[in-house]
């Protein structure tokens, strides 16, 4: 006996096999098309570039460094549900099935080709895929206007077994191979110079001895990633080059080779995110090796009214810094070595900018690949349409690492400490309160520089019972971190880090 209709759950199950197939085939001609074609990719930048403000600050304030996988995870699972529900509908007019994965194809498309910096083969990763997948629901569903028969079950559930196997296989080899274009090969190959002006020691006072202290330096693999990047570029260095124009007299190109080969200097500078919260962690101290900006551009030679320097990243991303800024003397530099290593992938392979003293949407391009001078009235960065600030110099700020918020020390002496940074001015006193009591005067650690944070440590004699722990800091011009609490938009959060402890 034959019945009129296949189960919906056939259509769904051949829904998500049929979508499977596309995402599979799309990743593995994204590896020859470019990465940032693939459609999750391409659709993810498209998203993360167009969310509203107070989104974009829950999803940082939510998932911190995590927000792009979150993103990732989010998109893959939405695009699941409306598989499933193409595939339902499939069921009924396999037409409707493949206008479905044509829409979702036209999507992909739409968001790769209108991506910065995109090529003429980014149509093709959406292309064939939704192609592939159309292919698929063909496949699975064309024969089925007729099944309840278990026989027929089983051969249905296993040909979509099938299917889906063979995408994820497909997909499996799609990603080996771009984990095979990947430049960790290139960048264990770069030599770093010695630096001609090397980094000063770091004092012997620089770290506090205390558990849960920060400590003076952040490791590569500790060190905050906060970018837009979805996938991160992948810059070969033996083909990188720097274009330094717009309003100049003259107009250079640098290779890599031509970059390591100028006298490099060899600093600790504190980088910060605008989007960290007080008491948050998108802050970190690095050694950092690379060539002084302001030489650069001395002998590009910025022509009058020329206030803006434009850093452009290979996937598009711009920020602008004050021209003034980078030329002060301070050292702003391209940097290619972090900590000893040649700049890892994630924190802008083979170059990027670093500058004491600015936030980093507003200074530290990774990825480099274009400084343009021009002006602040004819030209506004990525953040800048986003509601942020054009310029935004990093606000003092002071945050307590240790006893943790929430915790329930011992009575008795107990070390409260942190850092405070200000950079470019410099910390001059950290000061602690207990309980609105009167402020205490913090221990500072040493410091190489005023580009860097300051550890702190105050000793305490906790009483038993519940009690509030506050800090602040002051720079080294006198002036005290505001108590007016701030969120990071427009350009840096304040207030002072409270935190309450239960002592037992
Ligand atoms: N190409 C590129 N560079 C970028 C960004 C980005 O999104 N893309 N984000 C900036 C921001 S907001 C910050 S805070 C710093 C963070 O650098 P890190 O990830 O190495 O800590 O990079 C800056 N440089
Ligand atoms: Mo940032």
Redesign the pocket.
Known sequence: MKDARVPRWFGSLAGLASAAVALGVAEVVAVFAGARSAPLVAVGGVVVDSVPKPVKNFAVATFGTHDKAALLIGTTVLLALFAALIGALAVGDLRLGLAGIGVFGIIGIAAAVTRPNSGPGYVFPSLLGAVAGGGAMILLLRQREISPDPYDRRRFLMESGGVLAGAAVVGFIGRQIANRQNVSKARAAVTLPTPASPAPAVPAGANVDTPGASSFVTSNDD???????LSV?QVDPATWTLRIHGRVRKPMTLTFADLLARPAIERYVT?????NEVGGD?V?NALWLGVPLKDLLEEAGPMDGADQVV?R???G?T?GSPTAVLMDGRDAMLAFGMNGKPLPI???FPV??VVPGL???V??????SELELTSFADYSA??VPRGWSQQAPIKTESRIDTPRDGSAPRRGQLTVAGVAWAQHRGISRVEVRIDNGAWQQATLGEVPSVDTWRMWSWTWDATPGDHRIQVRATDNAGATQTQDSAPPDPDGATGWHTISVSVN
Request: include cysteine; charge should be neutral; charged fraction near 15%.
């Open positions: 060190f905050y990633r906060i970018d837009t990047a570029p980088l910060t995110c605008v989007s998108l970190g850093g990243a290979v996937d991303f920020v994630e924190h802008g990027r900018v936030y980093g949407y200074s530290a391009t990774k990825w480099l990525y953040w």
